[in-house]
Structure formats: structure tokens, C-alpha cells
T-cell receptor, first 112, second 118 residues
Framework: AQKITQTQPGMFVQEKEAVTLDCTYD???????LFWYKQPSSGEMIFLIY??????QNATEGRYSLNFQKARKSANLVISASQLGDSAMYFCAMRAYYKLSFGAGTTVTVRA | GAGVSQSPSNKVTEKGKDVELRCDPI?????LYWYRQSLGQGLEFLIY????????KSGLPSDRFSAERTGGSVSTLTIQRTQQEDSAVYLC????????????????FGPGTRLTVL
């Protein structure tokens, strides 16, 4: 069974600063994928970034980067240069085979 | 291109009534998933369709829940005799390959249907 843990229920960040969202996972599968999704107040789940278990380099997508530490089983999301539009709930998820298992989420509030 | 669409966006029903939720996946995606998001349970997997294969129904919480996917495209999630604990946001997602793809196969979500059972 897969388990995703996000220990930060809520975070505040100042506009233009960086913020790191923690995610740890547990799985016995050797091949898996890690995903981060953003859920604004509108409710839609928006795909942000992906990291494969065999990837040697950390994934980056624009202002999003993933700090992948396989031995520690962590996949933290870093949002650089925060914008007001980044205020949302962020979910870490793991895909093994085809199902996604999600963490509880972290609410990020960006302050002007 | 068009993303995953779901209808209705909101549904209010009375306890004991049946409801149908619809999902239109991204064109060309062979895999379709239903998830439920509720305050107490977070995001839960419900059911998975892949092409013409038998669906994985392992996440359906009771036999009041059923789903079908017609013509490998549109899917309908049906909840019979709704209960107050069924109140949640029902999210549909699709991906290009599903289980036939690698772990890179990304699921793209629709806007969800918010179901309220009175």
C-alpha cells in the first residue's frame, strides 16, 4: 500500500518569496511516479510537476521545482517567486501502476 | 485542446434519490478515473476504466455506486438511494495510457461535481 504524508496543513508566504511544501511517501514498489497538483478555490485539480522514481535529476517546470530525495522518501515542492495567484491547496500524489494516492494537502496563502 | 469536462457542476438532491454524474475525458485518452473528495476522507480513488478492459471497481464504497463508460469515451457515475455521507466533490480524470503506460502517465482532472445530499 502507498502512503503520502503532508505535514503542513497551512502556510503563509510573502509575495515574491520562495516556499517549500513538504511531502514524504511510503511504498514498496520499485517504480513509481510522484506528482504535485494545485487546487484553487474553484476546485479544479491542476497538474504542476512530475518526478519519476528512476529520474536522476530533480524535475523543474517554470517556477516549480521538486526536491526529490529518494533515500529519505521525500518529494518536496518548491515554488519560487510566489505570486498572489499561487494561493491554493497543493496536493502531493504518488502513482503506482495506475492509481493515484494523495496526501492531505497544504493550503498556501500568498500575502501582498 | 479541450480538457476533461464534468456535468453538472453542482447537484443538490434529497436523501434516497438517485443521481448521475457525467464525465467527458480528453480526446484520445484511453484511461478514465473517478475520485471523491470529502472533508473527512480527503481524495479517494473510486473506479478506473482502461479501454475495453474490465474496470477496477475496488474503490467504490458500496453497491449503491456504479459507473459505466460507453464507447470508450464518456463515463457516468451513478449513486442510488443517496445518503448524506455521499456529499462530496466527485472528480473525474483521464490519462493517455493508464496501466499500459509508465509511471509518467499523467492524470488530468476535470472541474468536479459538487454533490450535496439533504
Amino acid at each position: 500500500a502507498q502512503k503520502i504524508t503532508q505535514t503542513q496543513p497551512g502556510m503563509f508566504v510573502q509575495e515574491k518569496e520562495a516556499v517549500t511544501l513538504d511531502c514524504t511517501y511510503d511504498t514498496s514498489d520499485p517504480s513509481y511516479g510522484l506528482f504535485w497538483y494545485k487546487q484553487p478555490s474553484s476546485g479544479e485539480m491542476i497538474f504542476l510537476i512530475y518526478q519519476g522514481s528512476y529520474d536522476q535529476q530533480n524535475a523543474t517546470e517554470g517556477r516549480y521545482s521538486l526536491n526529490f530525495q529518494k533515500a529519505r522518501k521525500s518529494a518536496n515542492l518548491v515554488i519560487s517567486a510566489s505570486q498572489l495567484g499561487d494561493s491554493a491547496m497543493y496536493f502531493c500524489a504518488m502513482r503506482a501502476y495506475y492509481k493515484l494516492s494523495f496526501g492531505a494537502g497544504t493550503t498556501v496563502t500568498v500575502r501582498a | 485542446g479541450a480538457g476533461v469536462s464534468q456535468s453538472p457542476s453542482n447537484k443538490v438532491t434529497e436523501k434516497g434519490k438517485d443521481v448521475e454524474l457525467r464525465c467527458d475525458p480528453i480526446s484520445g485518452h484511453t484511461a478514465l478515473y473517478w475520485y471523491r473528495q470529502s472533508l473527512g476522507q480527503g481524495l479517494e480513488f473510486l473506479i478506473y476504466f482502461q479501454g475495453n478492459s474490465a474496470p477496477d471497481k475496488s474503490g467504490l464504497p458500496s453497491d449503491r455506486f456504479s459507473a459505466e463508460r460507453t464507447g470508450g469515451s464518456v463515463s457516468t457515475l451513478t449513486i442510488q438511494r443517496t445518503q448524506q455521507e455521499d456529499s462530496a466533490v466527485y472528480l473525474c480524470a483521464s490519462s493517455r495510457q493508464g496501466s499500459q503506460g509508465a509511471s509518467t502517465d499523467t492524470q488530468y482532472f476535470g472541474p468536479g461535481t459538487r454533490l450535496t445530499v439533504l
